[in-house]
């Protein structure tokens, strides 16, 4: 079974500043997505940011971006120039590349809650 | 277009009593999970749905919660007997058959007292 490790429960950053949020997981599989959800205070999950494991380049959208390393199993989210909307929970997470179906459901880590100091 | 929508919003129960809790998905989207997500936790899921049958449904707790359906559309996650371990947020998400990304609705928030 996989599973997803955020071993930090909470980080704070300054506005504008640059934060860097941790994740590991442990798999057998070597086809898999990863991904970063936000959890803002309204509950509703959004997707921030997913990454192919057979894709080398580390992806990127607008201020998020991530470091992809798969022989170490770890997926970190980096998140520029913090704005104070960018505050919630936000949550790693897996998903088998096999075939739809059974697969394709999304294991969590804990959470990590962001704040950001004006 | 229209997001996922769950109802209710809230629920509060006693313990003992029978609850539904309906999600409405997106449009098009036939996958529908559904999953847990207690206090201070990540969500956990429950089960998954490709059309009208349940595809997975390893993730249910136990023989007390059962989810339908019936039309391939709307699906209702069904609690008898609830116990106040059951109290955490209720969430849904859908997704095109092969899509990646999974669409969650705002979830429902079940106390149980």
């Known amino acids: 079974a996989q599973t997803v490790t955020q071993s930090q429960p909470e980080m704070s950053v300054q506005e504008a500043e640059t934060v860097t949020l941790s994740c590991t997981y442990d798999t057998s599989e070597s086809d898999y997505y990863l991904f970063w959800y936000k959890q803002p205070p309204s509950r509703q999950m959004i997707l921030v940011i997913r990454q192919e494991a057979y894709k080398q380049q580390n992806a990127t959208e607008n201020r998020f971006s991530v470091n992809f390393q798969k022989a170490a199993k770890s997926f970190s989210l980096k998140i520029s120039d913090s704005q104070l909307g960018d505050a919630a929970m936000y949550f790693c997470?897996?998903?088998?590349?096999?075939?739809?179906?059974?697969?394709?459901?999304?294991?969590f880590g804990k959470g990590i809650t962001l704040s950001v100091r004006p | 277009g229209a997001g996922v929508s769950q109802t209710p919003s809230n629920k509060v129960t006693e313990k003992g009593k029978y609850v539904e809790l309906r999600c409405d998905p997106i449009?098009?989207?036939?996958?529908l999970y559904w999953y847990r997500q207690s206090l201070g936790q990540g969500p956990e899921f429950l089960i998954y749905?490709?059309?009208?049958?349940?595809?997975?449904d390893s993730g249910l707790p136990n023989d007390r919660f059962f989810a339908v359906r019936p039309e391939g559309s709307v699906s209702t996650l069904k609690i008898q007997r609830t116990e106040r371990g059951d109290s955490a947020v209720y969430l849904c998400a859908s997704s095109f058959l092969d899509g990646y990304e999974q669409y969650f609705g705002p979830g429902t928030r079940l106390t149980v007292t």
């Open positions: 449009s098009g989207h036939t996958a």
């Open positions: 997470a897996y998903r088998s590349a096999r075939e739809a179906g059974a697969n394709s459901k999304l294991t």
């Open positions: 749905f490709q059309g009208t049958g349940a595809a997975d």
